[in-house]
């Protein structure tokens, strides 16, 4: 199983704090570090430093580690034009040396798009569609040859398609729990299937959809990572728990129910049990990210049960 950190820096952490945590999940040994893309906090509270851009970001990380791998669950369609984005992640592939990944979605904060006057149009399902279309076209156009794309919502016209990432192909995550037309789309454009903080019991319905799209179109459905994202919370004590859950606003009753929390014994059967449900992928979501210890705690006291 795979382990990888995954971070919500929109509510309040500079690049520096970032980095950081960076840092320490690859010194720890975890897979991966991940952020979310958005730029408004959630919630009361203290903004701190502001949002961060997750693609500004992830080009200084990719300077700055060398191992993890580095990516977005997920970005918006409402923020970047698909061009500009397939170039973004480009650069960055080529500046970590091939390993950045980008988590693609229909975005859904309203509030963040009125507070930086950034369109958000009522549907945005086809825009996801034409865009996971055009970025993953972009790319696998050969050098030396262009692009040409017209949709309903984008029209390319004889683009370069470059520059050109690293990787062939940069690994795309498509997530969520639709029953229609988000399983048909990972399986024509994902490399994994992301299932975020899912509703107890609702993981095997979510990944066998996926796989029967994959068969509808002939794809092998075993091709596609399936993943999960959970909030992590885990301590030596059941004392340190409830602290680390206070210190991110959560009653332990309820991180017990909905994300990988209590003791280590605790979060090693939770995650035994999405195994076993089909899940090979794991985002941790840290909130605190202040706490490396944390992170050091779930390095050695967890990881090593499930690798």
Not at 34 to 45: A, E, I, N, Q
Request: with cysteine; aromatic share 8%.
């Amino acid at each position: 199983m795979d382990f990888r950190i995954f971070t919500e820096p929109q509510q309040g952490a500079s690049y520096d704090e970032l980095l950081a945590v960076a840092q320490a999940t690859e010194e720890l040994g975890f897979d991966a570090f991940f952020r979310s893309d958005h730029y408004l906090r959630m919630g009361d509270g203290d903004p701190g430093y502001g949002p961060t851009d997750a693609w500004t970001t992830l080009a200084g990380l990719a300077r700055e580690t060398s191992r993890i791998r580095l990516g977005t669950l997920v970005s918006s369609v409402t923020y970047r034009y698909p061009g500009i984005l397939a170039i973004q992640v480009a650069q960055v592939d080529q500046m970590s040396g091939g390993r950045a990944e980008l988590g693609l979605g229909t975005g859904w904060f309203e509030e963040e798009h009125r507070a930086y006057g950034i369109p958000f149009p009522p549907k945005r399902f086809d825009l996801l569609e034409e865009q996971l279309e055009i970025v993953t076209g972009l790319w696998s156009t050969p050098v030396g040859s262009t692009y040409s794309f017209e949709g309903a919502h984008y029209t390319l016209t004889e683009s370069p398609a470059l520059p050109k990432p690293v990787q062939s192909p940069v690994p795309v995550i498509v997530g969520g729990k639709g029953a229609k037309r988000t399983p048909l789309l990972a399986a024509r454009f994902a490399t994994e299937f992301n299932v975020p903080f899912p509703d107890p019991g609702t993981t095997p319905g979510l990944i066998a959809g996926v796989r029967s799209a994959c068969e509808s179109i002939g794809r092998d459905p075993d091709s596609l990572v399936y993943s999960a994202a959970l909030v992590v919370a885990t301590g030596a004590s059941e004392e340190s728990f409830q602290a680390r859950a206070a210190a991110i606003g959560r009653e332990p009753a309820e991180l017990r129910t909905n994300g990988l929390a209590g003791s280590a014994a605790e979060v090693v059967d939770k995650l035994g049990a999405l195994r076993e449900n089909g899940i090979t992928r794991v985002y941790l979501q840290v909130l605190d990210l202040s706490d490396l210890d944390h992170l050091d705690f779930i390095a050695r006291e967890i990881v090593p049960q499930l690798a």
